[in-house]
Structure formats: structure tokens, C-alpha cells
């Protein structure tokens, strides 16, 4: 498996619409089947193959609670995600700053009035 598998997993699977509904219900607490399965018109057995998606691409988990087996959301999975996306969000920001800076400064380029800086 590359390094890149687990992040190619994780974005495909947050690719269907359902199944990123089912994380935003998941972020509020853990939940059955049943209840990831009530705000859409499809079966259970199509809400299951959704969460097994989930589960592959380390998204989700389930425990059992007694006859229970609730979904539970994997945070630390998309708090590396998010870490990935920021990584190179930070680097591009960086960039314009530059380019911002380099434009302000470069001949030719409209000095800012001293009203446009006061608030």
C-alpha cells in the first residue's frame, strides 16, 4: 500500500454526498444504522454499504453496545485530512502574500491613498 492510499480511500468515499451527510451526523455523536438511514429515501441495505465505504477508508468505526452497533466517527482520520489540506492551503497563502507584496511594491503599481487605510 502506497502512502497515498489511505488519503485517496478517504477522499473518495467523502466524495458522495451521502456519505459526507452521514459524517456531518456522526460529528454530533455516535448513531445506528436506523439513524443515519432517516433522512434518506434508500434502504438499509445501501445506508450499510455507505458506512462499510466509511469504514475502509478509516473514517468510521462501530462498537456493540449489547444488540447495538452503533457508527461512531473517527475524528483523528479527519483531523489528518484537514492537516494535509492546511499543510498546502498554508503554502499557497504564503505565496500570494508574495505576489501581494511584490505587486505593491513594483513600479507602476497604485499607491494606496492614505483614506484607504483608515477605517
Same mark, same amino acid.
Given at each position: 500500500m502506497s502512502d497515498q492510499e489511505p488519503l485517496d480511500r478517504a477522499f473518495a468515499a467523502l466524495a458522495d454526498p451521502v456519505r459526507r451527510a452521514m459524517i456531518a451526523r456522526l460529528s454530533r455523536g455516535p448513531a445506528t444504522v436506523n439513524e443515519l438511514a432517516e433522512p434518506f429515501e434508500i434502504s438499509k441495505q445501501a445506508v450499510s454499504k455507505h458506512i462499510q465505504v466509511l469504514e475502509h477508508a478509516?473514517?468510521? !468505526?462501530?462498537t456493540r453496545e449489547a444488540q447495538r452497533r452503533p457508527v461512531h466517527l473517527n475524528a483523528a482520520r479527519l483531523e &489528518? %485530512? !484537514?492537516?494535509w489540506i492546511d499543510r498546502?492551503?498554508?503554502?499557497?497563502e504564503q505565496q500570494f502574500r508574495r505576489l501581494? &507584496? %511584490?505587486l505593491e511594491?513594483?513600479?507602476?503599481a497604485p499607491r494606496?491613498?492614505?483614506?484607504?487605510?483608515?477605517p
Open positions: 478509516g473514517l468510521v !468505526t462501530r &489528518a %485530512l !484537514t492537516a498546502y492551503r498554508l503554502v499557497h501581494d &507584496a %511584490l511594491h513594483s513600479p507602476g494606496r491613498s492614505t483614506k484607504e487605510n483608515q
